[in-house]
């Protein structure tokens, strides 16, 4: 039964990460678009679609662009910091999204400079040197590779021989289910 659990987990938070990284990615877009003037036209958020957020006019693109992933890091980690700092239970889970937020961003903004799409193609045709792009990669990648170091064994991996605590599988199955649904619901177009 430990198995079932420890694979419940798994497949239910994974998936509630990538959403839950797109959407606080897609937030740095919207506040950094709310304050430099420009107005949202269309935000895709939708578990079958890769987010984006339209603005127009967008009198500031480079910033509203950056914003995304800058935010996208920023506020994982600061979320982590708080669950920690106030010894909160299921902070390994936040660590585990900050983690995969750095990566998901890093990678996302570095790769992504090589074949000019997505932010990295925004952030370069509005002035971004290639070199910063694959410095942020650089830095937050291998940064939340370091910030997933020893997590294995709250994921029931190693030696806890597929041991996971049980209101850890229950609350990601949960918040899983209602992102889903959320940005099923809230984003039918795509």
Known sequence: ??????????????????????????????????FTGGTVTNVVLHPLAISRTDVSPNPSPLITTWAG??????????????????????????RFFAGFCLIANGAYI????????????????HGSPAWLLWLFGVVTVPFGLLIWHRLGTKFGLGESDGKV???????????????FVATFLMSPRF
């Open 69 to 94: 992933p800058i935010f996208g890091v920023l506020l994982p980690l600061f979320t982590w910091c708080l669950f920690r700092k106030f010894k909160i239970p299921g902070d390994y889970l936040v």
């Open 1 to 34: 039964m430990k198995r079932v659990s420890q694979v419940i987990l798994i497949t239910s938070f994974m998936p509630f990460c990538w959403l839950a990284f797109m959407a606080v990615h897609e937030l740095g877009h919207i506040i950094a678009a709310a």
């Open 165 to 179: 605590d049980g209101w850890a599988v229950s609350a990601s199955l949960a918040m899983f289910t209602i992102l």
């Open 110 to 125: 570095g790769i992504g400079s090589f074949e000019n799409i997505g932010d990295a193609g925004d952030m370069m045709n």
